[in-house]
Every structure is written in structure tokens, then in C-alpha cells.
């Protein structure tokens, strides 16, 4: 059974750092293309970043540029996400996601680990 569990989620001040975790677990982590999204209140889903399996490559939404880095240990089964700089803005479910090999669309998702900026 695929599974992607997020954790490190909290209260942190504008300004601050958070490292989100998610552990991937039922497949073979190292072949996949990876994301984070985020859903903030009120708003839609946005795609945040993504990291591709040799982590040769990630892409980040302008929003959080200079700011949040995505990064992954294949040998553990687990992506992260970096964010520093933290702005109130910021404040949102964070999911990971993972990419059906060759297409784009995201097929598994995590619970989500909630992320609230604020002073």
C-alpha cells in the first residue's frame, strides 16, 4: 500500500524556519518525481515545488523562491521541504505528492501537516 505521511507542522513566527518531512513508504520512492502543495484557508491548491528522482532538478513557484527549498534522501524514503523566511502568507496544509512515471499527474497524496505563520 502506498503511503505518504507528512510531519513537522507547527506554529512559527514570521521569520522563522520550518523543516516538513514526508516518508514515503509502499513503492520505490527513488524512481518517483516528488511535490509539495499547499492549500491555504479560503484558497485552492498550489503547487509549491517539485524534485525529480536523481534530485538533479527542482522547480519552485515564485511565491516562495529564495525561501523554500525542496530536497529528498532516496536511502531513508523521504522528501523535504525547507522553509525559511517565513511569512505569514505561508500559513497552509502542506501535502507531498508523488507523479505517475511519465505523465504529471499526481496520484498518491499525503494527509497534509499544517503550517501557521503568525506572531
Known amino acids: 500500500e502506498v503511503q505518504l505521511v507528512e510531519s513537522g507542522g507547527g506554529l512559527v513566527q514570521p521569520g522563522g524556519s520550518l523543516r516538513l518531512s514526508c516518508a514515503a513508504s509502499?513503492?520505490?520512492?527513488?524512481?518517483?518525481?516528488m511535490s509539495w502543495f499547499r492549500r491555504a484557508p479560503g484558497k485552492g491548491l498550489e503547487w509549491v515545488l517539485g524534485i525529480n528522482p536523481s534530485s538533479t532538478r527542482t522547480l519552485n513557484a515564485d511565491s516562495v523562491k529564495g525561501r523554500f527549498a525542496i530536497s529528498r534522501d532516496n536511502a531513508k524514503n523521504t522528501l523535504y521541504l525547507q522553509m525559511n523566511s517565513l511569512k505569514p502568507e505561508d500559513t497552509a496544509l502542506y501535502y507531498c505528492?508523488?507523479?505517475?512515471?511519465?505523465?504529471?499527474?499526481?496520484?498518491?497524496w499525503g494527509q497534509g501537516t499544517q503550517v501557521t505563520v503568525s506572531s
Open positions: 505528492a508523488r507523479v505517475i512515471l511519465g505523465t504529471g499527474v499526481y496520484d498518491y
Open positions: 509502499g513503492f520505490t520512492f527513488k524512481y518517483y518525481y
